[in-house]
């Protein structure tokens, strides 16, 4: 007869045991094994000088660099019911360069029936005065140190933009927008979350359906500012000197002013704030439907 010590080793031997089990009833779930691969390209900057980068899957990392040359490194990652098949699906996923017309694209491509169980991490590096669009449909984007005008666009994921000095282009459906350290005209976009602008010097448009703006800037552009929410507060942080016409509406919420506004005029019941700072000049229009709007 076998001793107690005996049968609970037979039980763990050849993963007979608990162990064995558990990996029994993992064994054809999707996400049960993985892989993982790093590669890098080295190409040539476009003669257009722009490039457009699209991955549906993954975060995208922009740098602006002092380098004559374009150097992508690639993490892939990759899921599926057995080790196999997850390194053929790595495998699968492919960043193909393409020159067209106007510049370079960049796409990650992967099988359609692999897209929910495949990500490729993108890290770019760029000389500074390339124009770079990306275009991600899940997956955080990140883009600084460039010299040239740059656009974004994220379905489910967040966009940050640094030290940039070029024309700036955000959309983003589900997820918060920054931008810091920038120069130029600069368009921002997201229909449901946080818009945040800090040191900015130019032009601003920056809209959201549900969610706060708050924006610093450090010189107005000849276009003004423009700032409008539905649902969430306003702030605007202005420099000292500044010559703007001022145009505030709230439906539903409180204007707060602590900046001088010459011939203005305050409607409580109405919601309304207009006026001149210094000398008047480009608008700066604010609007927002229930929240409060802070002039600083």
């Not at 089990?21 to 890098?40: D, K, Q, V, Y």
């Not at 004559?68 to 960043?95: G, P, W, Y």
């Amino acid at each position: 007869m076998s001793s107690r010590f005996e049968d609970e080793r037979d039980c763990t031997d050849d993963g007979r045991g608990f162990g064995g089990f558990i990996r029994s009833l993992l064994t054809g779930i999707p996400w049960s094994e993985s892989a993982h691969a790093e590669e890098t390209l080295v190409l040539d900057p476009p003669e257009g000088r722009h490039m457009s980068i699209h991955n549906a899957n993954g975060k995208t990392r922009v740098y602006g660099e002092d380098r004559t040359d374009i150097e992508i490194r690639v993490e892939k990652h990759a899921r599926a019911e057995s080790t196999a098949a997850a390194e053929t699906l790595l495998d699968e996923i492919e960043v193909l360069p393409d020159e067209i017309t106007d510049g370079l694209e960049v796409e990650v491509v992967a099988p359609s029936r692999w897209k929910r169980h495949g990500s490729a991490n993108l890290s770019v590096h760029v000389p500074r005065d390339l124009e770079v669009a990306v275009i991600a449909a899940n997956g955080r984007v990140c883009m600084e140190g460039l010299r040239g005008s740059v656009h974004a666009r994220s379905s489910n994921g967040p966009v940050t933009i640094t030290d940039v000095v070029g024309d700036v282009e955000v959309y983003t459906s589900n997820a918060k927008v920054t931008c810091s350290c920038t120069c130029g005209r600069l368009k921002a976009r997201s229909s449901n979350s946080k818009i945040q602008l800090d040191d900015h010097s130019g032009s601003v448009d920056a809209s959201t359906s549900n969610g706060v703006i708050h924006a610093v800037l450090t010189a107005l552009g000849p276009e003004g500012i423009l700032l409008a929410t539905s649902n969430g507060r306003i702030m605007l942080e202005l420099p000292e000197a500044v010559d703007a016409d001022v145009d505030v509406r709230v439906d539903n919420g409180v204007i707060r002013n602590s900046l001088d506004i010459e011939e203005g005029a305050n409607d409580e019941r109405t919601g309304r704030l207009r006026g001149r700072l210094g000398r008047g000049g480009c608008l700066i229009k604010l609007r927002t439907s229930n929240g409060t709007v802070s002039l600083r």
